[in-house]
């Protein structure tokens, strides 16, 4: 008989017809998150599961009736499942780490460029029909060669971004790291509020956590300094939104690039309302090329999961 899937999102074509060549496919028509039913049926219904971003396998969602091995996850996130709840109940879970570094770096990149030169203000002012023109002092904004980069997070993104702000602009880096690390051209500093200090621009790198929730809280960007940038790739609720927002709204720092929110996808209408805020509709990982390479290595976890051997990317 063959193993049944349940994915929870479409995946690009290719990588939908590869798992309909392996498995009994069912995927969900809506790209909204599965509810908790949802995620409780499935588990009692298919031999895997490919959930992603915000599907809801909490603790709640285990210890019913369980016919599920395992949960190849879609993405290097996992915070929507309870890892420890779902291995207590005798499930593997994995992720596609590595797929998603250098894209996820890249977004970085634009969100700092775009924040930096007030880019998304100067869209706005082309398309609102207003714009009189070029003058000397129009829209200045933050030189970034040369600047000081404040990496919160130090793993296979952070360093990538790191490596193309040394090389490609110029930067120092500083960095806050759970654990001691080496990082060729960048300087470890012992805390958040020290990174944000130091640096010109601060970008957040860390897996969302119980550890890393707000850990860019107020006091953090309290530290920040008047002309500095905050840029968040990395989940939403590693910083304080609330506390953000008041920082935007008062001038006590020059701008936030932000591909994640708090309550994604709900923003606030505060922080929508900031001018001297980049907001994309997380795009971290949005090219057909790296969705694609995601899918392929989900589908092999998934297959490794159904046939009971030991996955590539075991979280």
């Given at each position: 008989m063959t193993d049944t899937l349940l994915i929870s999102r479409a995946l690009p074509d290719s990588m939908m017809e590869a798992a309909r060549a392996r498995f009994d496919?069912?995927?969900?028509d809506t790209t909204q998150p599965m509810d908790l039913p949802e995620c409780r049926a499935a588990l009692a219904s298919y031999d895997v599961i490919l959930p992603t971003l915000g599907d809801a396998f909490g603790a709640d969602a285990f210890g019913g009736d369980r016919r599920a091995k395992g949960l190849a996850n879609f993405g290097v996130g996992y915070n929507h499942i309870d890892v420890a709840a779902?291995?207590?109940n005798g499930l593997v879970v994995t992720n596609t780490p590595g797929a998603v570094t250098d894209a996820t770096a890249d977004i970085?990149?634009?969100?700092?460029l775009m924040t930096a030169r007030r880019a998304?203000?100067?869209?706005?002012l082309v398309r609102s029909g207003v714009w009189e023109g070029w003058h000397p002092v129009q829209m200045l904004g933050l030189h970034v060669t040369g600047k000081t980069l404040g990496v919160i997070g130090m793993g296979r993104i952070g360093q990538a971004i790191a490596r193309r702000c040394r090389h490609g602009f110029g930067m120092k880096v500083v960095f806050h790291n759970r654990s001691e690390?080496?990082?060729?051209?960048?300087?470890?500093?012992?805390?958040?509020a020290e990174v944000c200090?130091?640096?010109?621009?601060v970008v957040t790198a860390v897996p969302a956590s119980a550890e890393t929730f707000h850990i860019v809280d107020a006091a953090a960007l309290a530290a920040m300094r008047p002309h500095a940038i905050l840029v968040n790739i990395a989940r939403g609720d590693v910083v304080d939104e609330a506390a953000l927002i008041e920082a935007l709204q008062g001038g006590r720092i020059a701008g936030a690039g932000l591909d994640?929110?708090?309550?994604?996808?709900?923003v606030p209408q505060a922080l929508r309302a900031c001018d001297n805020a980049v907001l994309l509709p997380h795009l971290g990982t949005a090219t057909?090329?790296?969705?694609?390479?995601m899918g392929r290595m989900a589908l092999d976890n998934a297959i490794a999961i159904a046939e009971g051997r030991t996955p590539p990317n075991p979280v």
């Open positions: 496919v069912s995927c969900r779902a291995k207590a970085a990149m634009t969100l700092m998304g203000e100067g869209e706005r690390k080496s990082v060729e051209g960048a300087r470890q500093l012992g805390s958040v200090a130091a640096a010109d621009i994640v929110y708090e309550k994604e996808p709900q057909l090329e790296v969705r694609k390479a």
